[in-house]
């Protein structure tokens, strides 16, 4: 497990549930915060979803400080195209176009308490970015190869 970017994220984490006014819902874990911003969420709904502008950022603040290299839980790497292809995590977790069968996405709406529901510590999905996601799924999952697909946790 990567030490640096999980202790950022902790600190970020932090930050970000003093500054949310839902913090007294019953979850066992915070509510998260939307990563995109609202003009970029309404991109994602009314035109393709882009995978550097609109999935990136959600994999970046929410999976890949787990989901990365190094650690590979569940041994899925998302921390690039070629990452997600070696580790099975596109054709078996993301399923391009039938996002009833991608796991990625039915594991990350299963209730929030649950045990295997993603991510399993800290800050939640939150429902938006997982439509952005399952949009990006359905319309086939393009994650560019090389740079432009590159996911890194937040610094
Ligand atoms: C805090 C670390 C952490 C974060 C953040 C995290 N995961 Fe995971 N993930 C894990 C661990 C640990 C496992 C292995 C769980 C198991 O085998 O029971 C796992 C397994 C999975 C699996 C496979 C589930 C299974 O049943 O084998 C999927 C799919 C997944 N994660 C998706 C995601 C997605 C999508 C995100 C971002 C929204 C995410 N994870 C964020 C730690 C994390």
């Given at each position: 497990m990567n030490a640096k970017p999980l202790s950022t994220f902790t600190a970020l984490f932090l930050l970000a549930s003093c500054q949310?006014?839902?913090?007294?819902?019953?979850?066992?874990r915070p509510p998260g915060t939307t990563v995109l911003s609202p003009s970029a969420l309404a991109t994602a709904r009314s035109q393709p979803v882009d995978f550097s502008a609109h999935v990136k950022p959600i994999l970046a603040a929410?999976?890949?400080?787990?989901?990365?290299?190094e650690a590979q839980p569940?041994?899925?790497?998302?921390?690039s195209q070629a990452a997600a292809l070696r580790t099975g995590a596109i054709g078996l977790w993301i399923v391009p176009g039938i996002p009833d069968q991608s796991l990625l996405l039915t594991k990350t709406t299963s209730?929030?308490?649950?045990?295997?529901?993603?991510?399993?510590?800290?800050e939640q999905i939150t429902p938006e970015e997982l439509s952005v996601l399952r949009k990006w799924v359905a319309e086939g999952a393009d994650w560019p190869s090389g740079k432009a697909g590159l996911v890194s946790p937040p610094n």
């Open positions: 949310s006014p839902s913090s007294s819902e019953s979850e066992t929410k999976c890949v400080m787990c989901h990365n290299q569940g041994k899925m790497d998302l921390s209730a929030p308490a649950h045990l295997k529901a993603m991510p399993p510590v800290g």
